[in-house]
């Protein structure tokens, strides 16, 4: 298969699984579809294109982890897992429902396919720290992925993670920020001064790239470049938009958290191509 | 004959001891070697001694992630910083997941903290840890019982936290005595006039209140409760049916700790008249280890006060 065609093979996964997040959130009646949309591609690209997986085995000790550190996008990821064939589909629909596999933030003994409970924002660099220490340790070759939001970087954990990680010379760790410029409150500057937000990635002593989160080719390349990294943990900082995909819920910041209608849903199920 | 000289010492040996048996045993550390006196374990095996620095929030973070990738950390630092500034993580991240992460909480209480003041003297950690499903709460009494918490923590699956001190503390047991997880010890049976249940490095002091009653006629039954969680309730319960009066002895605040902890059992089985030794809800300050415990209600004086009155309530006097 082709690069050109392994890109348009993602972009209809992608585009599957936005359908899928729309659908879950007007089942389970809650839930983030923005969020869950701005991470899309990069969950998309991991779990359809980069993770060394066996969904038959989700606790193969030598796969690679990913760890969903801005958990309310968890949708996105539920699906992905749902279409890799960790569980049923039918499952998806579930969602925050009592004695559903799919709680409203990833829990790793609840659903197949998740590595690590997560979603109290700030919390998972700290754990991907971990695990890529262990894998050093272990003498295991797998890769730690972590996807956290622009937002929850505010958390200070998240710092001393970032310190921890290139103290140890973590190069078998790759870190993302989706950085859709919005939080619950807000757009991240106004709430909490954040930007700029490379600089702070260099200070620490990060390999750093800066690419287009939605461009797949971009995403792989990335990817493929901080793989060849001696020394340093990776940072790839994504620019994303929030809610990517549907144009009434592109940077309108009231879907961080918000349930599609009916009619938004038959929109949504034509822009995206389902059924 | 086996000697250290705090639960600190006892920890480094135990836990060094565990390295050399399994290889998954590792130590992390929020830049705590030194107070942790596990310098000797960084020096035999650097690459398990996993060094985060000030950070005691990604310590435990950093120990969840080792731990779902199959190893077994030990976090060692003071226990006011696992279970106050690292609480969510410990929670969420650890006991949530039921993560194999052994938490070691040094200057456990005020006897411990002593002359470094509120900052570092810790007595809600019992209260916080046991307000969280899932972990296994250990309180040894000494450094013997600590060397065999550690080793018992090691065999189970699952989050664990430990108390340990800060080297004052007073051998009460004997080398060789195991620790037994979910059990209670009665230590001494004078007679059935009052239960008195102590644990922790105030347990000297509730053994010599114990013998000091017995001298003026008032016959205890001395248990040590090293377990707080999972407690032991059918132990309890048939001490509180043989004494029908219980008095409680910690180093820790007496809300949230074991007097809760033996109240929460009476009231369900056995409801008997009790009173509670410890800090009662106020802030201690700085002084000598023994001097701040006779000054915040958990003198030796304080104990055979507090079973005097409970036994003359149960004899309705």
Redesign the interface.
């Known amino acids: 298969m082709n690069v050109e065609n392994d890109i348009k093979q993602l972009q209809t996964i992608a585009n599957q699984i936005r359908l899928d997040i729309m659908k879950m959130v007007y089942e389970a009646k809650d839930g983030h579809p923005g969020p869950a949309f701005s991470i899309a591609d990069l969950i998309t690209t991991l779990y359809f294109k980069e993770m060394k997986i066996d969904p038959q085995n989700p606790r193969w000790?030598d796969r690679d982890?990913f760890i969903l550190s801005k958990g309310h996008a968890c949708p996105a990821l539920y699906s992905a897992l749902a279409r890799k064939g960790y569980f049923s589909m039918d499952e998806l629909f579930g969602l925050r429902k009592l004695g559903s596999m799919l709680q409203g933030h990833p829990?790793?003994?609840k659903t197949p396919g998740i590595?690590?409970?997560s979603g109290?924002l700030g919390?998972g660099?700290?754990?991907?720290?971990?695990?890529?220490?262990?894998?050093k340790?272990?003498k295991?070759s797998y890769y730690t992925y972590v996807a956290m939001g622009d937002g929850e970087i505010q958390e200070?954990?998240v710092w001393?993670?970032a310190?921890?990680a290139s103290?140890y010379k973590l190069n078998n760790l790759i870190a993302f920020v989706d950085h859709n410029g919005w939080q619950s409150g807000g757009s991240v500057h106004d709430v909490s001064g954040l930007l700029p937000v490379l600089p702070k990635w260099q200070a620490f002593n990060w390999d750093c790239q800066v690419i287009d989160g939605h461009d797949f080719e971009q995403i792989i390349q990335a990817i493929a470049q901080a793989k060849k990294s001696t020394d340093k943990p990776s940072m790839i900082i994504l620019k994303t938009i929030k809610g990517k995909g549907l144009s009434f819920m592109e940077n309108d910041n009231s879907w961080h958290k918000r349930v599609p209608t009916a009619e938004q849903m038959e929109q949504a199920i034509t822009i995206l191509g389902g059924e | 004959m086996v000697e250290y000289k705090g639960t600190r010492e006892a920890f480094t040996q135990a836990i060094t001891e565990l390295a050399a048996e399994n290889e998954q045993v590792v130590f992390v550390s929020a830049d705590s070697l030194k107070a942790m006196r596990a310098t000797s374990f960084a020096e035999k095996y650097p690459d398990r001694y996993i060094e985060v620095g000030i950070a005691e929030q990604n310590s435990v973070g950093v120990s969840a992630g080792l731990a779902s990738a199959g190893l077994m950390p030990f976090v060692g630092t003071y226990a006011g910083f696992i279970t106050m500034r690292a609480c969510e993580q410990v929670r969420t991240f650890v006991a949530y997941p039921h993560l194999n992460v052994k938490l070691v909480g040094i200057n456990g209480g005020i006897f411990s903290g002593e002359r470094e003041g509120v900052t570092h003297q810790f007595f809600e950690d019992l209260a916080i840890m046991r307000a969280m499903p899932d972990v296994t709460i250990l309180v040894p009494a000494d450094a013997h019982q600590m060397y065999h918490a550690v080793k018992a923590a090691a065999l189970i699956d699952g989050p664990v936290y430990i108390r340990a001190g800060s080297g004052r503390e007073h051998i009460v047991y004997e080398a060789d005595t195991p620790f037994e997880v979910g059990k209670i010890r009665v230590l001494k049976k004078y007679g059935n006039d009052v239960a008195l249940f102590a644990n922790g490095f105030i347990l000297n002091r509730a053994v010599e209140a114990a013998r000091i009653l017995n001298e003026s006629n008032i016959k205890v039954t001395l248990v040590d409760v090293p377990t707080l969680k999972p407690l032991d309730e059918s132990g309890i319960q048939a001490i509180l049916a043989d004494c029908k009066a219980a008095v409680t002895v910690e180093d820790h605040n007496v809300i949230g700790g074991l007097g809760d902890a033996i109240s929460m059992t009476s009231t369900k089985y056995c409801p008997v008249f009790m009173e509670r030794v410890g800090l009662q809800d106020v802030f201690p300050s700085s002084g000598g280890p023994e001097e701040v415990l006779d000054r915040y209600g958990i003198s030796i004086q304080d104990i055979v006060n507090a079973v005097k009155n409970v036994y003359k309530m149960k004899r309705g006097i």
């Open positions: 000790e982890r829990d790793m003994n590595d690590i409970t109290s919390n660099l700290s754990m991907a720290v971990g695990m890529a220490i262990a894998a340790y272990r295991k200070g954990l001393e993670a310190m921890c103290k």
